[in-house]
Protein backbone atom coordinates (compact mmCIF):
# COMPACT_ATOMS: atom_id res chain seq x y z
CA UNK A 1 0.00 0.00 0.00
CA UNK A 2 1.12 3.91 -1.14
CA UNK A 3 2.01 5.74 2.05
CA UNK A 4 2.82 9.17 2.45
CA UNK A 5 4.25 10.82 5.75
CA UNK A 6 5.06 14.59 5.95
CA UNK A 7 6.68 16.15 8.97
CA UNK A 8 6.59 17.71 11.38
CA UNK A 9 2.92 18.13 11.99
CA UNK A 10 3.18 21.77 12.55
CA UNK A 11 5.48 24.48 12.43
CA UNK A 12 5.83 27.77 13.57
CA UNK A 13 8.85 29.89 12.34
CA UNK A 14 10.24 33.62 13.09
CA UNK A 15 10.12 35.17 10.13
CA UNK A 16 13.40 35.16 8.04
CA UNK A 17 14.39 31.94 10.31
CA UNK A 18 14.99 29.43 7.32
CA UNK A 19 13.36 25.79 7.67
CA UNK A 20 12.62 22.43 5.87
CA UNK A 21 9.07 20.34 5.51
CA UNK A 22 9.60 16.72 5.08
CA UNK A 23 7.81 14.28 3.08
CA UNK A 24 8.35 10.49 3.20
CA UNK A 25 6.84 8.15 0.57
CA UNK A 26 6.63 4.35 0.21
CA UNK A 27 5.53 3.46 -3.22
CA UNK A 28 6.03 0.67 -5.75
CA UNK A 29 7.41 3.01 -8.27
CA UNK A 30 7.54 6.62 -8.22
CA UNK A 31 5.93 8.37 -11.52
CA UNK A 32 5.55 11.98 -9.87
CA UNK A 33 5.63 13.84 -6.82
CA UNK A 34 3.55 16.87 -6.11
CA UNK A 35 4.17 19.84 -3.64
CA UNK A 36 1.00 22.19 -2.84
CA UNK A 37 -0.04 25.04 -0.83
CA UNK A 38 -3.65 25.33 0.83
CA UNK A 39 -4.73 28.37 2.71
CA UNK A 40 -7.88 28.06 5.32
CA UNK A 41 -10.98 27.13 3.77
CA UNK A 42 -8.98 26.83 0.12
CA UNK A 43 -8.61 24.10 -2.17
CA UNK A 44 -5.03 23.12 -2.73
CA UNK A 45 -2.74 25.28 -4.89
CA UNK A 46 0.04 23.75 -7.13
CA UNK A 47 3.19 24.16 -6.31
CA UNK A 48 6.09 21.90 -7.87
CA UNK A 49 6.11 18.94 -9.36
CA UNK A 50 9.17 16.30 -9.25
CA UNK A 51 9.32 13.09 -11.29
CA UNK A 52 12.81 11.53 -10.79
CA UNK A 53 15.79 11.19 -7.75
CA UNK A 54 17.79 14.66 -7.74
CA UNK A 55 15.85 16.79 -9.20
CA UNK A 56 15.08 20.12 -8.24
CA UNK A 57 12.38 23.24 -8.43
CA UNK A 58 12.18 26.38 -7.15
CA UNK A 59 10.21 29.32 -6.98
CA UNK A 60 10.71 32.17 -4.86
CA UNK A 61 11.55 31.23 -1.34
CA UNK A 62 10.94 27.86 -2.27
CA UNK A 63 12.65 25.24 -3.34
CA UNK A 64 11.57 21.26 -3.74
CA UNK A 65 13.74 18.49 -3.74
CA UNK A 66 13.47 14.69 -4.08
CA UNK A 67 15.17 11.54 -3.44
CA UNK A 68 14.47 7.30 -3.61
CA UNK A 69 12.80 7.79 -0.61
CA UNK A 70 11.55 11.64 0.44
CA UNK A 71 11.36 15.38 -0.30
CA UNK A 72 12.01 18.17 0.89
CA UNK A 73 10.68 21.82 0.47
CA UNK A 74 13.13 24.45 1.44
CA UNK A 75 11.84 27.53 2.90
CA UNK A 76 14.41 30.37 2.82
CA UNK A 77 13.56 33.76 4.90
CA UNK A 78 10.04 33.11 5.35
CA UNK A 79 7.24 36.05 5.69
CA UNK A 80 4.09 35.96 7.47
CA UNK A 81 2.39 35.50 4.40
CA UNK A 82 4.55 32.04 3.19
CA UNK A 83 1.38 30.61 6.24
CA UNK A 84 -0.50 27.86 4.99
CA UNK A 85 -0.53 24.01 5.02
CA UNK A 86 1.73 22.57 2.69
CA UNK A 87 0.31 18.93 1.35
CA UNK A 88 2.65 16.36 -0.17
CA UNK A 89 1.01 14.05 -2.72
CA UNK A 90 2.66 10.67 -4.36
CA UNK A 91 1.52 9.46 -7.57
CA UNK A 92 2.90 5.93 -7.69
CA UNK A 93 3.33 3.65 -10.72
CA UNK A 94 1.33 0.78 -11.75
CA UNK A 95 -1.88 2.49 -9.65
CA UNK A 96 -4.59 3.77 -10.23
CA UNK A 97 -3.28 7.19 -11.43
CA UNK A 98 -4.51 9.12 -9.02
CA UNK A 99 -2.08 10.72 -6.33
CA UNK A 100 -2.01 9.33 -2.64
CA UNK A 101 -2.01 12.89 -0.04
CA UNK A 102 -0.15 13.19 3.04
CA UNK A 103 -1.79 14.71 6.12
CA UNK A 104 0.03 17.87 5.26
CA UNK A 105 2.73 20.17 7.75
CA UNK A 106 0.98 23.40 8.91
CA UNK A 107 3.55 26.50 8.71
CA UNK A 108 3.31 29.80 11.08
CA UNK A 109 5.36 32.09 10.13
CA UNK A 110 5.55 34.97 13.10
CA UNK A 111 6.30 38.48 12.26
CA UNK B 1 -5.57 28.80 -17.12
CA UNK B 2 -6.89 26.46 -15.28
CA UNK B 3 -10.03 27.28 -13.22
CA UNK B 4 -12.12 25.37 -11.05
CA UNK B 5 -14.97 26.84 -9.54
CA UNK B 6 -16.91 25.01 -6.66
CA UNK B 7 -20.32 26.13 -5.42
CA UNK B 8 -21.71 27.31 -2.82
CA UNK B 9 -18.60 27.66 -0.94
CA UNK B 10 -20.40 27.32 2.33
CA UNK B 11 -23.50 25.47 3.22
CA UNK B 12 -25.46 24.97 6.49
CA UNK B 13 -28.82 22.79 6.60
CA UNK B 14 -30.47 20.90 8.87
CA UNK B 15 -30.29 16.92 8.92
CA UNK B 16 -31.99 14.79 6.57
CA UNK B 17 -32.17 17.14 3.48
CA UNK B 18 -30.24 16.74 0.46
CA UNK B 19 -27.00 19.01 -0.80
CA UNK B 20 -26.26 19.97 -4.08
CA UNK B 21 -22.30 20.91 -4.68
CA UNK B 22 -21.39 22.10 -8.34
CA UNK B 23 -18.11 22.13 -9.51
CA UNK B 24 -17.03 23.67 -13.08
CA UNK B 25 -13.93 24.18 -14.87
CA UNK B 26 -14.24 27.91 -16.14
CA UNK B 27 -11.76 27.59 -19.02
CA UNK B 28 -10.63 24.61 -20.30
CA UNK B 29 -13.03 21.33 -20.57
CA UNK B 30 -12.35 18.42 -17.74
CA UNK B 31 -12.09 14.91 -19.39
CA UNK B 32 -12.12 13.58 -15.35
CA UNK B 33 -13.45 15.16 -12.00
CA UNK B 34 -12.11 14.10 -8.84
CA UNK B 35 -14.30 14.96 -5.47
CA UNK B 36 -12.28 15.02 -2.11
CA UNK B 37 -13.39 14.78 1.41
CA UNK B 38 -11.11 16.86 3.98
CA UNK B 39 -11.53 16.42 7.48
CA UNK B 40 -9.57 19.14 10.05
CA UNK B 41 -5.80 18.24 10.23
CA UNK B 42 -6.62 15.29 7.90
CA UNK B 43 -5.85 14.65 4.68
CA UNK B 44 -7.33 14.83 1.19
CA UNK B 45 -9.43 11.66 0.88
CA UNK B 46 -10.50 10.67 -2.46
CA UNK B 47 -14.50 9.84 -2.98
CA UNK B 48 -14.68 9.20 -6.54
CA UNK B 49 -13.56 9.88 -9.72
CA UNK B 50 -16.14 10.60 -12.70
CA UNK B 51 -15.55 10.75 -16.35
CA UNK B 52 -17.39 12.80 -18.58
CA UNK B 53 -20.34 11.03 -19.93
CA UNK B 54 -20.11 7.51 -17.64
CA UNK B 55 -20.66 6.54 -13.99
CA UNK B 56 -18.56 7.64 -11.25
CA UNK B 57 -16.03 5.12 -9.93
CA UNK B 58 -16.47 5.05 -6.09
CA UNK B 59 -13.59 4.64 -3.81
CA UNK B 60 -14.22 1.88 -1.18
CA UNK B 61 -16.12 2.46 1.57
CA UNK B 62 -17.95 5.29 -0.09
CA UNK B 63 -21.94 4.86 -0.23
CA UNK B 64 -22.23 5.69 -3.78
CA UNK B 65 -26.32 6.08 -2.97
CA UNK B 66 -25.36 8.46 -0.28
CA UNK B 67 -23.38 10.65 -2.26
CA UNK B 68 -24.88 10.93 -5.85
CA UNK B 69 -22.31 12.31 -8.60
CA UNK B 70 -22.64 13.63 -11.96
CA UNK B 71 -20.63 14.60 -14.32
CA UNK B 72 -23.05 15.70 -17.56
CA UNK B 73 -21.00 17.83 -19.16
CA UNK B 74 -17.35 18.35 -20.24
CA UNK B 75 -16.92 21.61 -17.72
CA UNK B 76 -19.69 20.40 -14.85
CA UNK B 77 -19.75 17.83 -12.20
CA UNK B 78 -22.05 17.69 -9.30
CA UNK B 79 -21.82 16.07 -6.21
CA UNK B 80 -25.35 15.48 -4.24
CA UNK B 81 -25.04 14.57 -0.40
CA UNK B 82 -28.93 12.73 0.58
CA UNK B 83 -30.10 12.67 3.34
CA UNK B 84 -27.10 14.58 5.45
CA UNK B 85 -26.20 14.14 8.51
CA UNK B 86 -24.06 15.47 11.04
CA UNK B 87 -21.32 13.22 10.49
CA UNK B 88 -21.24 14.09 6.51
CA UNK B 89 -20.28 17.67 7.99
CA UNK B 90 -16.95 18.09 6.46
CA UNK B 91 -14.82 20.44 3.29
CA UNK B 92 -15.55 18.80 -0.24
CA UNK B 93 -13.31 19.69 -2.62
CA UNK B 94 -13.35 19.21 -6.65
CA UNK B 95 -10.27 18.57 -8.68
CA UNK B 96 -10.43 18.34 -12.69
CA UNK B 97 -7.95 16.78 -15.15
CA UNK B 98 -7.75 18.87 -18.28
CA UNK B 99 -8.41 17.41 -21.79
CA UNK B 100 -5.07 16.55 -23.41
CA UNK B 101 -3.31 16.34 -20.08
CA UNK B 102 -1.96 12.80 -18.14
CA UNK B 103 -1.99 11.71 -15.01
CA UNK B 104 1.25 12.88 -14.49
CA UNK B 105 0.25 16.17 -14.37
CA UNK B 106 -1.22 17.89 -11.11
CA UNK B 107 -4.77 18.49 -10.63
CA UNK B 108 -6.45 21.62 -10.63
CA UNK B 109 -8.27 21.94 -7.79
CA UNK B 110 -11.33 23.82 -6.76
CA UNK B 111 -11.92 26.09 -3.65
CA UNK B 112 -13.57 23.78 -1.61
CA UNK B 113 -17.25 23.66 0.11
CA UNK B 114 -18.00 23.75 3.75
CA UNK B 115 -20.92 21.49 4.67
CA UNK B 116 -22.40 21.85 7.83
CA UNK B 117 -25.71 20.09 9.12
CA UNK B 118 -27.68 20.71 12.12
Known amino acids: EDQVTQSPEALRLQEGESSSLNCSYTVSGLRGLFWYRQDPGKGPEFLFTLYSAGEEKEKERLKATLTKKESFLHITAPKPEDSATYLC????????????FGRGTSLIVHP | GAVVSQHPSWVICKSGTSVKIECRSL??????MFWYRQFPKQSLMLMATSNEGSKATYEQGVEKDKFLINHASLTLSTLTVTSAHPEDSSFYIC??????????????FGDGTRLSIL
Open chain 2, 27 to 32: DFQATT
Open chain 1, 89 to 100: AVLASGGSYIPT
Open chain 2, 95 to 108: SARKRGENSNQPQH
